[in-house]
């Protein structure tokens, strides 16, 4: 095994689906990666308001969004799974 992989990080143990339930310690995760995603966001797009030097403007406004988008990634996984209707067999 070389230095840089850890025990269990080989492909053969990459899930191809998520699991079907959530435990609690779960949801606390996804919880601080919201929190993160968004408080990094915000930042970098108040930073990028302050900024003078237009490249690093635009690499923060990149970055803000960046940070935006895998917040919405992360809220769509948190969804329920949208229900049949009635009359949808």
């Known amino acids: 095994m070389s230095p840089?992989?850890?025990p269990g990080s080989s492909p053969?143990?990459?899930m191809p689906q998520p699991p079907q339930t959530v435990t609690v310690k779960d949801h606390?995760?996804?919880s601080d990666?919201?929190?993160w995603n968004l408080t990094a966001a915000k930042k970098a797009a108040f930073f990028a308001k302050q900024c003078m030097d237009m490249e690093v403007k635009k690499e923060?406004?990149?970055t803000a969004?960046?940070?935006e988008r895998h917040y919405q990634?992360?809220?769509t996984h948190l969804q329920p799974a949208a229900q049949p209707g009635?009359?949808?067999n």
């Open 4 to 6: 840089q992989q850890q």
């Open 12 to 14: 053969e143990n990459v």
């Open 28 to 30: 606390l995760y996804l």
């Open 33 to 35: 990666m919201l929190s």
């Open 60 to 62: 923060l406004e990149k």
């Open 65 to 67: 969004q960046m940070h």
């Open 73 to 75: 990634q992360l809220l």
């Open 86 to 88: 009635p009359g949808a």
